[in-house]
């Protein structure tokens, strides 16, 4: 099995801080993906990564995939009390079948 | 807009009863899955399905069951419900490999 360790679990900041999420793996993974999930509902699909080294921006937060594919960032700029929600990473596995999923980031924004 | 809808939002069973959660998507996507979701250790996956009548084990597939007779319709199946299967269950669909999951809103059940 293929896991992936999110880092940190839990974070707590003030709106207009930046911060960042990690998500590292011993496992090469030929794609990432991130996930925000809101309380009471199912996770959404932020971004996809693919190729080792690529930086991808949705407005406010970028992220990256490592260059041996096995690590991720997310950072966010000037979080806003919207940004508020539990953050996933999931790898794709060679095999290319299914997901699997970090443990999961709680980032609270406070106005 | 795509959508994953599962059957019930909330659901209270009692021990050893048969219960079935459904899923259905309208997105004519070929892959499904059925995972749980626990404080401290994530998302695990149950079951998936790459076609009609197609399943696989995920990593923890004891206690279930899945059928998958129709395309859009993705069902999990606990055979006799214990209090350890008490849990928020996501169902999500995609079209094929290398694309995001759609996820549904999850079925929190309780097993008393």
């Known amino acids: 099995t293929q896991l992936l360790k999110q880092s940190p679990q839990f974070l707590s900041i003030q709106e207009g801080e930046n911060l960042t999420v990690y998500c590292n793996s011993s496992s090469v993974f030929s794609s990432l993906q991130w996930y925000r999930q809101e309380p009471g509902e199912g996770p959404v699909l932020l971004v996809t990564?693919?190729?080792?080294?690529e930086v991808k921006k949705l407005k406010r937060l970028t992220f990256q995939f490592g260059d041996a594919r096995k690590d991720s960032s997310l950072h966010i700029t000037a979080a806003q009390p919207g940004d508020t929600g539990l953050y996933l990473c999931?790898?794709?596995?060679?095999?290319?079948?299914?997901?699997?999923f970090g443990g999961g980031t709680r980032v609270l924004v406070k106005p | 807009d795509v959508k994953v809808t599962q059957s019930s939002r909330y659901l209270v069973k009692r021990t050893g009863e048969k219960v079935f959660l459904e899923c259905v998507q309208d997105?004519?996507?070929?892959?499904m899955f059925w995972y749980r979701q626990d404080p401290g250790l994530g998302l695990r996956l149950i079951y998936f399905?790459?076609?009609?009548?197609?399943?696989e084990k995920g990593d923890i597939p004891e206690g279930y069951s899945v059928s998958r007779e129709k395309k859009e319709r993705f069902s999990l199946i606990l055979e006799s419900a214990s209090t350890n299967q008490t849990s928020m269950y996501l169902c999500?669909?995609?079209?094929?490999?290398?694309?995001?999951?759609?996820f549904g809103s999850g079925t929190r059940l309780t097993v008393v």
């Open positions: 997105m004519d996507h070929e892959n």
């Open positions: 990564v693919v190729t080792g080294g």
């Open positions: 999931a790898g794709e596995g060679a095999a290319g079948n299914k997901l699997t």
């Open positions: 399905s790459y076609d009609v009548k197609m399943k």
């Open positions: 999500a669909s995609r079209i094929g490999t290398g694309y995001g999951y759609t």
